[in-house]
């Protein structure tokens, strides 16, 4: 099993950053690919970013490219997505997921989530 436990959550105004963090335990954090993913209300939940095991790699959807870099510290058995130049398109809570297998992962099969952090841009 593996726990995972977002922070950094908050409210802030266009323009702004911020940055989230994940923490995991249980598994062997650098066996897994991790993914952020976020969900406003009425949506489905959406791919964010991820990030692979073994080379780092990071992938990110369109809407994020260019603002948004996650990153991941096996050390710490943490990953994090920072945030910047927030619009309130990105208003949403954020998950935190992790899975041994990439597609799995972007197709939210089987993946181990975290709680969800609320993250809310006004104008």
């Known amino acids: 099993q593996v726990q995972l436990v977002e922070s950094g959550g908050g409210s802030v105004q266009t323009g702004d950053s911020l940055r989230l963090s994940c923490a995991a335990s249980?598994?062997?954090?650098?066996?897994?690919?991790m993914g952020w993913f976020r969900q406003s209300p009425g949506k489905e939940r959406e791919f964010v970013a991820a990030i692979r095991r073994s080379d780092g790699n990071t992938d990110y959807a369109d809407s994020v490219k260019g603002r948004f870099t996650m990153s991941r510290e096996n050390s710490r058995n943490t990953v994090y997505l920072q945030m910047n130049d927030l619009t309130p398109e990105d208003t949403a809570v954020y998950y935190c997921?992790?899975?041994?297998?990439?597609?799995?992962?972007?197709?939210?099969?089987?993946?181990?989530w975290g709680q969800g952090t609320q993250v809310t841009v006004s104008s």
């Open positions: 997921a992790g899975n041994l297998d990439y597609r799995s992962l972007r197709r939210r099969t089987g993946n181990y």
């Open positions: 249980g598994r062997t954090f650098t066996s897994l690919i």
